[in-house]
């Protein structure tokens, strides 16, 4: 099951800090691999200002982003509203780098997401 199927309806809300950069040299994980082919199944490549190694740097910052947030689902939904804020990517574009990102370096966090999406009241802010 992809990214969006095991994450689907359990994702998003909270930081809005920039995610950081790649340093020049990097070395890509297996798991920065399985998040850049991630993106490319759903044609999100980057352009010229970036690299695999950014893309990657950017998924593990969404991912303890929202590790470390009391309510994941809820700083899942806050990171989706600053990607399309800030970028010309898509409400579902910016769902799938998001979803993608948890799946690959956060999956422990999807169980406790699952819960809050299941609880939240349509129309309102998730639970805290």
Same mark, same amino acid.
């Not at 800090?17 to 340093?23: G, W």
């Not at 948890?102 to 999956?107: L, S, T």
């Given at each position: 099951?992809? =990214?969006?199927? $095991?994450?689907?309806?359990?994702?998003?809300?909270? =930081?809005? &800090? +920039?995610?950081?950069?790649?340093?020049?040299?990097?070395?890509? @994980?297996?798991?920065?691999?399985?998040?850049?082919? &991630? &993106?490319?199944?759903?044609?999100?490549?980057?352009?010229a200002?970036?690299?695999?190694?950014?893309?990657?740097?950017?998924?593990?910052?969404?991912? @303890?982003?929202? !590790?470390?947030?009391?309510?994941?689902?809820?700083?899942?939904?806050? &990171?989706?509203?600053?990607? +399309?804020? +800030? +970028?010309?990517?898509?409400?579902?574009q910016?769902?799938?780098? $998001?979803?993608?990102?948890?799946?690959?370096?956060?999956?422990? $966090?999807?169980?406790?997401?699952?819960?809050?999406? =299941? !609880?939240?009241?349509?129309?309102?802010?998730?639970? $805290?």
């Open positions: 099951m992809g =990214a969006a199927g $095991v994450v689907g309806a359990a994702m998003f809300g909270g =930081a809005v &800090l +920039t995610a950081p950069h790649a340093s020049a040299s990097c070395n890509m @994980s297996p798991a920065d691999d399985q998040y850049i082919k &991630l &993106l490319a199944q759903n044609k999100m490549v980057h352009n200002d970036f690299n695999d190694c950014s893309e990657a740097a950017e998924g593990r910052w969404f991912a @303890s982003q929202i !590790r470390s947030n009391p309510n994941p689902f809820g700083e899942g939904q806050e &990171l989706i509203n600053m990607i +399309t804020r +800030t +970028t010309p990517m898509s409400q579902a910016a769902e799938w780098e $998001v979803e993608s990102a948890v799946y690959v370096y956060a999956p422990d $966090v999807i169980p406790k997401m699952k819960d809050e999406a =299941a !609880r939240q009241v349509p129309g309102q802010p998730a639970p $805290v």
